[in-house]
């Protein structure tokens, strides 16, 4: 798929951490990473635009990401 380029440039690409993806509310380590990463802004846009449900992208939240889908329609 070529809009998914930039994930190989991400600061998570070869990690296994399950902080990404956690169980409950939260995921500030994951946060952490992303805030050290120079592709949020289309990690963001894809979890956006592809309704990701779980994990942390793009330095959001599943929360903080349905707060901005719901701000743009």
Partial sequence: ???DDWREQGACWDSINP???PETYGGKSA???CNTCGVTSPC???AIKTNQQHGV???RTRSQ???I?????
């Fill in 44 to 46: 963001l846009d894809y």
């Fill in 1 to 3: 798929m070529p809009d």
């Fill in 69 to 73: 889908r719901y701000a743009e329609t």
């Fill in 65 to 67: 990401r349905v707060k």
């Fill in 31 to 33: 946060v952490q990473v």
């Fill in 19 to 21: 902080a990404f993806f």
């Fill in 57 to 59: 992208w793009g330095g």
